[in-house]
């Protein structure tokens, strides 16, 4: 039944998508009202009804289908840098473990867990997931009394569609369910969370994002429509094997065993395992999980030739391993 609700909700969205791409993504001002704009994002709130009344302009349902109802609407559009599959990669988590170390990047919820697994990833189909999830949300000032957390139980989905030109098209969604077994605890308020988002190339080296989502936190709905076009750049960096050398610096060959390199700041890098000085070490907060599935972060250093590799990587290839098994985010 989940698996049903699941493809209804995302082909229904899925076909009103596809129909306002074709119509040039073009934001409806009759509509919509533009509220501000910060850097390359702009937002829009919904028009009442009553401004609709008057409008002098003509209608069109082609970005209005999605949201749906009277519940109060704002409209998102601007730019982001990417690429689909780096983008698909980061939405997927299908298990506890990765929800909780990529959450310890994105802050995007407090605590959460995988409660149940409908469909998972493959090598062959990495991005395609069906679960459902417990998460929590932690608000400001929560801890005076003056508001209380939330929390979800959402069936959550994510995969690859086309377009009937066969353009590939990634979509995400959460859609917030009832769950009689898994009450609210204490303190806690359960809202519900619709999400449905769709993703695809725009241009040579970018990404067009657009998201439905609504809220409800105790009886207020608000609803948010997302369209982005990402740039992202393209990398053409080879990483060219070498022998590791402890004694020189890799990056800028300055010997490690004499001077102040030797008393200050050298490491090596945790890849390649070649020497570092200070000023050539790259430090970055990795997070890792102990066996008890405790959350760690440690600052790792690596050289520049391998976090420029490491970028250029296929985020694909990465999605594979880790479907297929590989959990390079344990610590032992």
Same mark, same amino acid.
């Given at each position: 039944?989940?698996?049903?609700?699941?493809?209804?909700?995302?082909?229904?969205?899925?076909?009103?998508?596809?129909?306002?791409?074709?119509?040039?993504?073009?934001?409806?001002?009759?509509?919509?009202?533009?509220?501000?704009?910060?850097?390359?994002?702009?937002?829009?709130?919904?028009?009442?009804?009553?401004?609709?009344?008057?409008?002098?302009?003509?209608?069109?349902?082609?970005?209005?289908?999605?949201?749906?109802?009277?519940?109060?609407?704002?409209?998102?559009?601007?730019?982001?840098?990417?690429?689909?599959?780096?983008?698909?990669?980061?939405?997927?988590?299908?298990?506890?473990?990765?929800? #909780?170390?990529?959450?310890?990047?994105?802050?995007?919820?407090?605590?959460?867990?995988?409660?149940?697994?409908?469909?998972?990833?493959?090598?062959?189909?990495?991005?395609?997931?069906?679960?459902?999830?417990?998460?929590?949300?932690?608000?400001?000032?929560?801890?005076?009394?003056?508001?209380?957390?939330?929390?979800?139980?959402?069936?959550?989905?994510?995969?690859?569609?086309?377009?009937?030109?066969?353009?590939?098209?990634?979509?995400?969604?959460? #859609?917030?369910?009832?769950?009689?077994?898994?009450?609210?605890?204490?303190?806690?308020?359960?809202? *519900?969370?619709?999400?449905?988002?769709?993703?695809?190339?725009?241009?040579?080296?970018?990404?067009?994002?657009?998201?439905?989502?609504?809220?409800?936190?105790?009886?207020?709905?608000? #609803?948010?429509?997302?369209?982005?076009?990402?740039?992202?750049?393209?990398?053409?960096?080879?990483?060219?094997?070498?022998?590791?050398?402890?004694?020189?610096?890799?990056?800028?060959?300055?010997?490690?065993?004499?001077?102040?390199? *030797?008393?200050?700041?050298?490491?090596?890098? *945790?890849?390649?395992?070649?020497?570092?000085?200070?000023?050539?070490?790259?430090?970055?907060?990795?997070?890792?999980?102990?066996?008890?599935?405790?959350?760690?972060?440690?600052?790792?250093?690596?050289?520049?030739?391998?976090?420029?590799?490491?970028?250029?990587?296929?985020?694909?290839?990465?999605?594979?391993?880790?479907?297929?098994?590989?959990?390079?985010?344990?610590?032992?």
């Amino acid at each position: 039944m989940l698996l049903e609700i699941e493809n209804d909700l995302v082909e229904d969205t899925f076909r009103k998508y596809e129909a306002y791409v074709m119509s040039n993504s073009q934001v409806n001002l009759a509509r919509w009202k533009h509220v501000k704009s910060k850097d390359n994002l702009h937002i829009y709130a919904k028009k009442t009804t009553k401004a609709l009344r008057y409008s002098p302009q003509c209608c069109q349902p082609t970005i209005d289908e999605c949201a749906g109802g009277v519940k109060p609407v704002v409209l998102s559009v601007g730019t982001l840098k990417g690429q689909l599959d780096d983008l698909m990669f980061g939405t997927v988590n299908p298990t506890t473990d990765i929800m #909780h170390i990529k959450a310890s990047y994105v802050r995007d919820y407090s605590d959460g867990a995988v409660l149940a697994t409908l469909v998972s990833p493959t090598a062959s189909e990495p991005f395609r997931s069906v679960t459902v999830k417990w998460f929590q949300i932690d608000l400001p000032l929560s801890r005076t009394g003056l508001l209380h957390d939330r929390d979800f139980i959402c069936l959550e989905a994510s995969g690859i569609l086309h377009f009937a030109n066969g353009e590939r098209v990634g979509y995400m969604m959460l #859609h917030s369910i009832e769950s009689p077994k898994t009450q609210p605890l204490p303190n806690i308020i359960r809202a *519900k969370h619709n999400c449905t988002g769709f993703f695809r190339v725009g241009g040579a080296t970018g990404v067009c994002q657009r998201a439905t989502v609504g809220y409800e936190l105790r009886g207020v709905w608000t #609803h948010e429509e997302v369209d982005v076009d990402a740039a992202a750049p393209t990398s053409g960096g080879q990483h060219t094997a070498r022998t590791p050398h402890q004694n020189f610096c890799v990056t800028c060959n300055r010997d490690l065993q004499s001077g102040r390199a *030797k008393r200050f700041g050298k490491a090596s890098c *945790k890849l390649c395992l070649g020497g570092l000085c200070f000023g050539c070490k790259v430090v970055k907060s990795i997070s890792f999980l102990s066996p008890d599935s405790k959350l760690l972060r440690h600052k790792i250093a690596f050289c520049m030739t391998c976090v420029n590799y490491s970028n250029c990587m296929s985020a694909m290839d990465a999605a594979s391993d880790q479907a297929a098994g590989f959990q390079a985010y344990n610590a032992f």
